[in-house]
């Protein structure tokens, strides 16, 4: 299977090279005012239909400057500088999510599985929250989506094949209809196989273990004036996890051999916990903006912005008696009633009204935003097949507002509150200049409903909890200079009233104030053609008993770039290192889809180090990684949770098209 696919690769690279050889022109994609693909035509051509298009010169115009996007925000706050295509190489091969994120994430060793910030996250968002947030990553929100002006029809296409069998396709497609309206799709698949204790004689399907699938279309109209815009989107995806609850590891230990001397065994030999075990979540997305100025410029315009939620949780479990002993050992209650029972069910059906509506509009460098935000809920909780019992949750009203002053180039103000009714908000403060930065955020949110109320037949709680305080203080000074970028900050992080998930993965509430102080920096320097980056955080939290976080934790990047065949090939040859301190991270509970605190097993202290090639030829983008090359050399693997393997040494690759026609 391997060799199949590196055969296709190279095949792919050796046609791409071929017409990379045609006279393009700018082939690297640069900012400068000259298109990204040139062919020079000395017979003048007829218009048909069809055609590409010419200008006066007849050379062909279509390219990454002739397409351009833009997210809602653009339009919100009538930014008029829209972005043009990435054609860059730049962590190209960081293809999976924790790598995307900086590897500041905790998954369970591959695509597609729960996966969790390493550091505390302050909320933003108040009302009623659900709190299954383990599938965050993967899902394509409103501030995320794409919209596009394009001179031509427009496909994107990305494929990454990683080790054990997983993989990334995303498929791309916009264009506009008339020079005011556009639309276009998106297609999003993710797949992966288990890395550790495979079923032997298992099908693909048994050794499946995360299946994820987005569908999106949307669509963009502004009126010929610009007074009146209008972009909306409706998205569905659903995702599938085959649960292994990790490996069983506690019959492999003994005085001889502890977790790190299980990576000389062989990974098809070792038992997952659980067997026939499914978490399943599906959601289907209505999202609408649109805004209109009352007077001839953006002074005062009225906007409003309609969210419709439909999602559904379920977890199941098809062999529940040989599976009691994992539930037990994580908490799970009293379980002797269950013995009989050959399967258990838990669903949880929440829907969601998002409406805002107000007034905004930008005069030269100020803007500004008031609104009024009305949420509505509908919640069932359902044990058995049919059983579903409707929990009745309050409508809420919030006001909320922005104030946005760009003094100068370099200095910019921003300030954004919002505020239920009640005691709860959320504000934020930024100050932006060319040497300094400074952010303060204060989040007051109620608890979640899962912290709050859960009813299964492996676990049951019925909580009654204050709402949380959040608080984080920000600040960095920004050194520029011709080849050196360096930037070092602190934050200072202050919690109360912080819910976590304890041991017997029951949520509780901690009565005292937890305060933490971070010390980092962010580097990027380059030497020629040698090109470095790295940063690094270190973290003082003495009292780890209940939020836990790796002490150090540091990222270096080492590449050399250059081009070559009279600039038809750009490349990037380099190292990648990713290293954390150890600590106790957070085990997962399948059952609730929640991390909750282990007192077991320390994660981490392991050198990820990755090999890789990024490179360009016309407009394919591709990459070829050697994933956790120091594999055996101090270490022979590491963990990523509790019971989870992360990934062993494997060769891996992607391949990004750019279509303009």
Known sequence: MTKRYLITFLLLSIQSLVFAQIPTGNQLGGLDDKPFFQEEDTVKQEKRPGRKILDDSTKLVYGPHTTQYFYQDDWFENRTVFNVIDTGL????????????????????TLGTAIKPLYFQVPAKLGTRLGLNYLAPYLVTPEKVRYFNSKSPYTDWYYAQGGGKRSILDIEFARNINPNWSAGFLFHRITSRILAGQHPQGSRRDNRQGDHQTFLMHTSYHSPNGKYKIMGHFSAFTHTINETGGIQVQSLLDENRDYDDLFTLDRAEFINQLKNVKTYQRQ????????????????????????????KFWFGDENLSENLGFYENIGARDLSSLSQLTSTYNQILFNE???????KGRKTKFFYALYHRFKRYKLNHEITLGSRVPIKLKDQHFLGGILDYQLSQDMQLRIESEASLGKNYFFSGLFNYKYLEGKFTRSVTEPTYMSSFYSGSLFYWDNDFESSVADKLYGAIKIPTEKLFFKPYVEVTNLNNYIYYDTASVPQQSGESISYLQVGFDLNYTTGKFHHTANALYTLHEDQDILRMPEFFANYQVYYERSAFNDNLHFQIGLDFHWHSAFYADAYNPV??????????KVGNYVQADAFVNYRISRVRMFIKFTNIMEGMIKNGYYVTPNYMGQARQFEFGVHWLLFD
């Open 284 to 311: 289907s997305k209505i999202h609408l903006y649109h805004e209109y100025s009352l007077l001839d410029s953006t002074t005062v315009q009225l906007f409003q912005e309609v969210d419709l939620d439909y999602n």
């Open 353 to 359: 009204v998002n409406h805002r509506i107000g007034v």
């Open 90 to 109: 730049t962590n190209l091969h960081r293809y999976n999510y924790v790598a995307r994120n900086g590897y500041a994430s905790q998954d369970l060793g």
């Open 592 to 601: 609730v889809q929640q991390f909750y605190l282990q007192d077991r097993q």
